[in-house]
């Protein structure tokens, strides 16, 4: 776990509750989601890439570190700073020699809908 004042950020995980489509597939319902803080998040400001092809733009709000057990999962949604954002990509959990070492990453982006 990433320790001291680096790490005194705590986010608020909202986990929806997976429906069907009506067209064999899954998706997320935040309609009962509840809130539940996460403690010990370290974050670092996020930057913009672009795709040249299309002419989108896809903004990385926050990168977060944070504990290697932390309850997130990609479909969730994040609240930092009272802004909703999503995970972009997988959750990555970083393993190393120790829990101090070993941390979860996260990137996040804006929430669209």
Wanted: glycine share 12%; charged share 25%.
């Amino acid at each position: 776990m990433i320790g001291g004042v680096v790490a005194r950020h705590t986010l608020v995980r909202e986990r929806p509750d997976m429906v069907d489509n009506g067209r064999g597939g899954t998706e997320a319902d935040f309609t009962d989601a509840t809130a539940v803080d996460l403690a010990g998040w370290a974050l670092d400001a996020g930057n913009t890439t672009a795709d040249m092809q299309n002419r989108d733009g896809a903004s990385i709000r926050w990168t977060a570190r944070g504990p290697f057990d932390a309850d997130v999962e990609r479909h969730d949604r994040i609240l930092v700073f009272g802004e909703q954002l999503k995970i972009e990509g997988a959750v990555v959990r970083q393993p190393g020699p120790s829990l101090r070492t070993s941390h979860t990453i996260l990137l996040l982006v804006a929430w669209e809908g």
